[in-house]
């Protein structure tokens, strides 16, 4: 092996390296579901329910099974061999949830528009489509919901035979709001709408499944196909061993492949039922409709303060639009938010309430931060307020707040412990990027020329690395599941390495940083190290990936395997040295005896006589490779400070952001360029929800918002340059000391660009106004301003 | 997003593709960059039966000057014209269609054929006062930008017909400048102007065009603005007093991104903006 001059300068941990899985990605050499194709693959399609609530009276499939190019048509009176509908996996201790079933194809009854209704299967792809066409559906329609506020009304009811649209209620609180109310001298209360998104993923979901000997394996462009074998078996009624669930290469997802759809399970179903693969890959169309949204929330945020800024209480209350069916997460989603609704401060008494509902639209779920982009944009706007209400500057008004650097781990009023944190350094370190008064000075002269520019904070905390199976568990918060992760390290006879992981990366690049964690240890080159995911037959058990858990919960998993590796190497070099175990080490690429490096042994040879072992220590097994499962004790609290600049055009309301700065601290940095990756793209996803995108239904429940053209996601041209910095506080929670960062773009920029728009907005008369700051929007917003 | 089963043919010749094209009746439509006839037909709002492409059709790509007038083939692509200042406006509006990948497959020909009030390259030809030169396998005739758009999506051009040529007026002594409003930079305009100027020596406005994208169910004209400002002095508060006739008489259709009323607003704007930026106030 050759040594890598990076050793002498202190490991790989730490460095900025390309992504091993570029090349392949960038070539078009990766494999992707749609690029599968075993003999004889079927296609399929679905006939979906144009109409957002219906009963439907009858469904003629005659004319699409004559035709020659079809092999079957299913309906939802086919379904017996599914033995129960798609799963909700929270289930709240002592909580009432009023929950309809949800079967993958419509029985009778369908609730929003693209609700399946039918498949067909088919010779190849045009043909299914062709063939859906032909199956006749009669509806006998149904009044439609559409906005939660009417729903909870219970005029229109989503699913009659529920009796009621509300599905539960749900409150975490700490500390004595009243009392937090009645010390304070101002109150402001503020209607926050955090409208509905779309994941967007640039691979739709895909499905291939094919049944071989009563053996079934099914490849699905999923975050957790683990968790997919599981439902598969529930729901089917097959033994969990014979059941392979493959996520191959996964062009993102955002949280909306965080799920058990309807369509994995047909498919492989149906792969049963006609003896012959079957592949099903969602269209565009398909995806803004019937792949799961996110956000949707109207709350009413209540803050007491004294007149210095201080917050004495701080009180939301969320209606959540549910959708027509609770899906994986769907109802635990806004209640992640309330974890951390006490933000990055020390408020006394912090409730949230959460009311969830019904309404004929597809459901909602997990997309990028879960609850948490909505806590922060609730927390962060308010502060804003509370500040202009004040008339006090809303960066004093947060420090005033910010839990004291020393003060960790600190328990906020909810009894959350956060980890770690130093608020006020990040907001500094900011500020070294960002001269205020020189903004504030040039505000002014702009505005002069007719530029309306804003400037908008964020400074934030979220909760993530999900883990703690006790915390989260069934006994705890209520996810039927435990949240740990797994990983197994394998040392071949050659010294190269493979790593199997449980998380299932798809865009974040665990294939690099684990293997520079992994590299470090073993002495070897990352290159050396191939980190595999996402194949159910292939290594320990996991849990997928989601809530930014990866490297803080399964890269640390990976360091506990590796640890038992070099640990049994140890015993293996120090007997054949004749060394004390205690004083082996693993240096430039060499495991040697402390104080005598001309003697020791590369990791090809610690594995070569691992595997040949005609000396090792008495009682040792042959062989170099461990597992380790880790549950961590506690969650992980990434925070940072964001700024942004805006331009708004008072004339015409188009809203520009000029200028974006984030400073994030997700621990010791593994990789720096990864980290800006997530950062980058996490800050992109919530401008983009801030300005750009909003998933629409107009009141009969038609999707408006359908295609690319209408579901505006921003491109490089809408977006600045974005300027990053870090600061490193350690997680005492994991050995890494490393926190997530997959979602803290998203959950902090879109209150910082709220901020910055109303900012530019106040001389024009505007004090507050929801997002999506589309130009209409806020056209019609500086015009109510004016009067 | 699954387009529904149709014969391809791909003719070596403008003869060929034409007897394709009537063989082919009401239902073959001519192919040529594809960017608004395979959306439709992905999305199934178009089915034709037969698709002839133009692809390996010679000698309908480029721009040509010829006395006072550019000619410019059918098939030259977006990307050809985008960005040439001696093409004046048509090489501002060009640059300023969709995306790079949109405008190295569009075409000019497939974009006045189309028909869309949504596009640009309509609202340029009808500012212009230009003609589109079209044939079917019998006879050629020319069509003035006036008579080409009918209503949504629909022109002049008959089911038999391929357009061969545009004629534009080069209008090198006048001003241009295009605004066109977008939610994103790839985006279709919201709404989109047209300001042609061309001042006298005594710096007053000696003719003026204005015309708008998305304000109708085809391009218009703006006359009023038009009128209101032919003859006068080239100032700023002219232009502003001309700009605010530009919402008369139009309708426009409300969407997702704009109701009528916004549309009308913007409309005012833009031509304000355009018309100070082509006369150089
Ligand atoms: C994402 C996206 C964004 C876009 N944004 C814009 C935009 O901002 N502004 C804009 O103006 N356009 C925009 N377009 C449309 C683009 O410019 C199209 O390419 C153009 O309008 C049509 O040209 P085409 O060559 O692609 O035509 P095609 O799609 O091939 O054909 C369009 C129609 O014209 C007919 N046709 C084509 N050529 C001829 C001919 N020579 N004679 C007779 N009939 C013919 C076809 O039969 C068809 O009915 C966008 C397209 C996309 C996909």
Known sequence: MTAVDSRA????????????????????????????????????????????????????????????????????????????????????????????????????????????????????????????????????PLPVVVDPEEALKDEVLVHPGLGSNKVHEWSLGGGDLDAGFAAADVVIERRIVNHRVAGGAIEPRAVLAEERAGHITIWSSTQVPHFLRLFLSILLGLSEERIRVIAPEVGGGFGSKLQIYGEEILCAWAAQRVGRPVKWVETRSEAMMVTHHGRDQIA?????????????????KILADFGAYLMLLTPAVPALGAFVMSGCYRFPAVQTDIVGVLTNKFSTDAIRGAGRPEATHMIEVAMD??????????????????????????????????????????????????????????????????????????????????????????????????????????????????????????????????????????????????????????????????????????????????????????????????????????????????????????????????????????????????????????????????????????????????????????????????????????????????????????????????????????????????????????????????????????????????????????????????????????????????? | MIPAEFDYVAPDSLDAALRALAHGGEDAKALAGGHSLLPLMKMRLAVPTLLVDLRHVPGLRGAQRENGSWRIGALTRHADLQGRAELGIVGEATSLIADQQVRNRGTIGGSLAHGDPASDLPTILVAMEGTVSVRNSAASREIAAGDLFQDYMTTAIAADELITEVRVPALEDWGHAYEKFTRRAEDWAMVGVCALVRKGADGS?????????????????????EHALRGQPLSSDAITGAAEQAAEGTDPPGDLNATPEYKRHLARVLTRRALSRAAGV
């Open chain 1, 9 to 140: 300068q202190g490991g790989f941990v730490g460095r900025p390296m390309k992504r091993k899985e570029d090349p392949r990605l960038i070539t078009g050499r990766a494999t992707y579901v749609d690029d599968i194709q075993p003999v004889g693959t079927l296609w399929m399609a679905f006939v979906r329910s144009p109409e957002a609530h219906a009963r439907v009276t009858s469904i003629d499939t005659s004319a699409a099974l004559a035709r020659e190019d079809v092999v079957a048509v299913f309906t939802g009176d086919d379904l017996e061999g599914i033995a129960a509908p798609l799963p909700c996996a929270w289930v709240p201790p002592g909580v009432e949830v009023n929950a309809p079933e949800h079967w993958p194809l419509a029985k009778g009854h369908v609730a929003h528009v693209g609700d399946p209704v039918a498949l067909v299967i088919g010779v190849d792809r045009y043909s299914v489509v062709d063939a859906a066409e032909d199956v006749v559906v009669e509806y006998e």
């Open chain 1, 300 to 316: 009413t945020v209540r803050v007491g303060a004294k007149r210095d800024g201080t917050v004495t209480a701080f009180h939301a």
């Open chain 1, 385 to 787: 307020q509370l500040a202009h209400e004040l008339g006090l500057d809303p960066l004093d008004v947060r420090r005033r707040n910010f839990i004291a650097a020393d003060d960790f781990p600190h328990e906020t009023a909810l009894g959350i412990v956060y980890d770690s944190g130093n608020y006020q350094a990040s907001l500094a370190k900011l500020l070294e990027h960002l001269d205020v008064a020189a903004f504030r000075a040039e505000q002014e002269r702009l505005r002069g020329e007719g530029i309306h520019r804003g400037l908008g904070f964020s400074t934030y905390t979220e909760i993530c690395g999900l883990a703690p199976s006790r915390v989260v568990g069934p006994g705890g918060f209520g996810l039927q599941t435990g949240l740990w992760e797994s990983a197994l390290v394998r040392v071949h006879l050659t010294g190269a390495v493979t790593v199997y992981t449980g998380t299932s990366p798809h865009g974040q690049g665990h294939e690099t940083g684990f293997a520079q964690i992994v590299a470090d240890r073993l002495g070897c080159d990352p290159e050396q190290v191939e980190v595999v995911h996402g194949d159910t037959a292939a290594g320990p058990q996991g849990l997928g990936t989601y809530g930014s858990r990866s490297l803080a919960v399964g890269g640390e998993a990976v360091a506990k395997a590796t640890a038992k590796v070099v640990e049994k190497g140890k015993a293996l070099v120090a007997h054949k040295l004749e060394a004390s175990p205690d004083d082996i080490e693993v240096r430039d690429g060499r495991w040697i005896v402390r104080g005598s490096p001309e003697q020791g042994m590369t990791l090809a040879e610690v594995a070569g006589s691992a595997y040949i072992p005609e000396d090792i220590p008495e009682g040792m097994e042959p062989g170099l490779e461990e597992t380790a499962f880790y549950d961590p004790n506690n969650f992980v609290f990434p925070f940072g400070a964001h700024a942004a600049i805006v331009d708004v055009d008072a004339e015409t309301g188009k809203v520009k952001v000029v200028r974006y700065l984030a400073v994030d601290d997700c621990g010791p940095a593994i990789n720096p360029l990864l980290i800006d990756g997530q950062v980058h793209g996490g800050i992109v996803h919530s401008i983009g929800q801030a300005l750009y995108e909003q998933v629409i239904y107009d009141e009969i429940g038609q999707l408006v918002t359908g295609t690319f053209v209408d579901y505006a996601l921003p491109t490089a041209a809408e977006i600045p340059s974005i300027e990053t910095d870090r600061t490193e506080t350690p997680s005492p929670v994991n050995s890494l000391g490393v926190k997530g960062i997959g979602e803290a773009g998203t959950i902090a920029a879109s209150a910082a660009v709220a901020n910055a728009v109303i900012d530019a907005l106040r001389p024009l008369g505007v004090d507050y106004m929801d997002m999506p700051f589309t130009p209409m929007r806020v056209w019609n917003a500086i015009q109510e301003g004016q009067q």
């Open chain 2, 205 to 225: 406005c000696e003719d003026v065009r204005v015309a708008f994208t998305n304000m109708a169910s085809t391009p218009i004209r703006a006359t009023a603005v």
